[in-house]
């Protein structure tokens, strides 16, 4: 949307059109993200503008409240434990789809990736039903399994990007050299695809700490998440706390994608250090 060098009446109003609509579309898409933030920090009872005061008093009640803190551990021991295996399984099924040779890998990907498009709420039902039968439905083992199936086609398709520029030749000079698979995938391979393996493991544990139709089908009173406890507040009983909880949850999610960001740009510039 740059102006021409010598710009005319016409395109300097088609220009300013643009950038005036391009605000409208970020505002209309940011603006309800942040409302729950001042909202948090009401001294009132009540979802209301103007505020009645400022005060932390939900921030206590979300911090110091057993019920609270109960839930925001559920959802850190749940989503570490999603992170930990979509990440690894994710990785290792990119790095097989990579592989040229291997069959069938116009038909596996979208099967793989069938979980972004599915309803959740399908998901939910089926894997319910599965687990009910083989004993997983309430346990957190079965929470984190599938979680782990809606967060791991995020880590295959941000590793699959980033072996996209990764030449394989590398990987026959360290068996050449006499590497065992497992060290030229650990020394000249992963550093390489980290930037994308540490994206998908954002994008992994955003997915489950968010996550809240599954938990509905698949918890019981004492595994209650960070959101479901938040929906179990909307419908129950409207408090601030709600929007105290939400505000963390969007710090912690923003957090987590700077860290992340900041992480494989450093990989990215020690591996491009190293390549020279």
Known sequence: MLLSPYPTNAERIRVAALWFWCV????????????PVPLSFNSGSFFTFPLAGVSTRWYEVVLGTPRWRAAIGNSLLIGS?????????????AIGLSDPKFPGRRFVVP????????????????????????GLANTYGGIILAHTVLASPFVVVTVSASLAGFDRNLMRATSIL?????TGFLRVML????????????FAFVTSFDEVVVVQFLANAQQRTLPLEMFTG?????????????TLMMG????????????ARRSRGKAGAESE
Do not use: D, H
């Not at 006499?178 to 497992?182: E, I, R, S, V, Y």
């Not at 912690?252 to 992480?263: D, G, M, P």
């Open 24 to 35: 409208l579309v970020l505002i209309f898409l940011v603006v309800p993200i942040f409302v």
């Open 81 to 93: 434990g999603t992170t930990i295996l979509a990440t690894v399984l994710g990785t290792l099924t």
């Open 111 to 134: 099967l793989l990736i069938s979980p972004l498009i599915v309803p959740v709420v399908v998901t939910a039902v089926g894997t319910y039903l599965f687990y009910a039968r083989i």
């Open 178 to 182: 006499g590497a065992k698979p497992l």
């Open 191 to 202: 550093p390489l695809i980290l930037p994308g393996v540490l994206s998908g493991a954002a």
């Open 234 to 246: 909307l419908r129950e009983q409207l408090s601030p706390a709600i929007t105290a909880a939400a």
């Open 252 to 263: 912690l999610s923003i957090l987590l994608l700077i860290v992340a960001n900041l992480l």
